[in-house]
T-cell receptor, first 113, second 114 residues
Framework: DTEVTQTPKHLVMGMTNKKSLKCEQHMGHRAMYWYKQKAKKPPELMFVYSYEKLSINESVPSRFSPECPNSSLLNLHLHALQPEDSALYLC????????????FGPGTRLLVL | AQSVAQPEDQVNVAEGNPLTVKCTYSVSGNPYLFWYVQYPNRGLQFLLKYITGDNLVKGSYGFEAEFNKSQTSFHLKKPSALVSDSALYFCAVRDGDNFNKFYFGSGTKLNVKP
């Protein structure tokens, strides 16, 4: 089973709202990732958690706040977003921090009004 | 610095014909290369990877890729294209210094016509 699940599938929020994206995997993977993808563009890495600790933050604005409550779960908290933050947000996981494959979830389509 | 290039924004091929989607890479150490496919409004699906060993790598859905060290290429191929193969294809390379980082190519839209 190589499934990564993400909820919600779609999210519409105003610029003053607070919302959260959720990602879950039950493959025993110890590395989890958040990516942002604009239409017809490659995914851009935002954050990496390795063994539940934040290991990479690609200079992401503080209005995006990641959280890894346990090894299976990854959240992305959103607050005071801008319309240009509208995108597909992808979660991925991999077994560890070696050369393993990253497996992606289906994504959350976010629209900021 | 690590990078991959996909020189073609779009590839058009007739159903039943062979297809090739090109990827070249630039890495400072050993190359760890991946191909992913993305259907509209979906996440990325893993197709295949090259870590070491045979230069011809076989993957999902009949796809294969040929690793060529001298040409620094990792082209994706399929002997007979299907209309259902129409999608966006991404080549990626893992950072040899920081394995948590993937560098994706710009993507190639594959159109398979009936």
């Amino acid at each position: 089973d190589t499934e990564v699940t993400q909820t919600p599938k779609h999210l519409v929020m105003g610029m003053t709202n607070k919302k959260s994206l959720k990602c879950e995997q039950h493959m025993g993977h110890r590395a989890m990732y958040w990516y942002k993808q604009k239409a017809k563009k490659p995914p851009e890495l935002m954050f990496v958690y390795s063994y539940e600790k934040l290991s990479i933050n690609e200079s992401v604005p503080s209005r995006f706040s990641p959280e890894c409550p346990n090894s299976s779960l990854l959240n992305l908290h959103l607050h005071a977003l801008q319309p240009e933050d509208s995108a597909l947000y992808l979660c991925a996981s991999s077994q560890g921090t070696g050369v393993e494959t990253q497996y992606f979830g289906p994504g959350t389509r976010l629209l900021v009004l | 610095a690590q990078s991959v290039a996909q020189p073609e924004d779009q590839v058009n091929v007739a159903e039943g014909n062979p297809l090739t989607v090109k990827c070249t890479y630039s890495v400072s150490g050993n190359p760890y290369l991946f191909w992913y496919v993305q259907y509209p409004n979906r996440g990325l699906q893993f197709l295949l990877k090259y870590i070491t060993g045979d230069n011809l790598v076989k993957g999902s859905y009949g796809f294969e890729a040929e690793f060529n060290k001298s040409q620094t290429s990792f082209h994706l191929k399929k002997p007979s294209a299907l209309v259902s193969d129409s999608a966006l294809y991404f080549c990626a390379v893992r950072d040899g210094d920081n394995f948590n980082k993937f560098y994706f190519g710009s993507g190639t839209k594959l159109n398979v016509k009936p």
